[in-house]
């Protein structure tokens, strides 16, 4: 059984930056694609990013491409989202997610996180 463990949230402003941290364990961590996505109230959870389990291919959602860099270190079970040029409407509680594949839909992921909140002021 795969455990995500989120961390790195916060309160910023606008034009600032964070980086969001994903540690996995229980399972197979360098196998796993692995996804960061986003929620907030009233809304579905949508896609951010993502990167395959070597590493070597990432999709960004073309909100956030170009502030936003998704990497892995599969030595520490950890996958990053580094956030730029911080927005208000990048507010939402972030998940990361492990999956079989590399895909944008939430329904193939399989392991999730319990999230971090991310609030941008402005």
């Known amino acids: 059984q795969v455990q995500l463990g989120e961390s790195g949230g916060g309160l910023v402003q606008a034009g600032g930056s964070l980086r969001l941290s994903c540690a996995a364990s229980g399972g197979t961590f360098s196998f796993d694609n692995m996804g960061w996505f986003r929620q907030t109230p009233g809304k579905e959870r949508e896609f951010v990013a993502a990167i395959s389990s070597s590493g070597r291919s990432t999709i960004y959602a073309d909100s956030v491409k170009g502030r936003v860099t998704i990497s892995r270190d599969n030595a520490k079970n950890t996958v990053y989202l580094q956030m730029n040029s911080l927005k208000p409407e990048d507010t939402a509680v972030y998940y990361c997610?492990?999956?079989?594949?590399?895909?944008?839909?939430?329904?193939?992921?399989?392991?999730w996180g319990q999230g971090t909140r991310v609030t941008v002021s402005s």
């Open positions: 997610a492990a999956g079989p594949i590399l895909v944008t839909a939430t329904r193939y992921y399989t392991y």
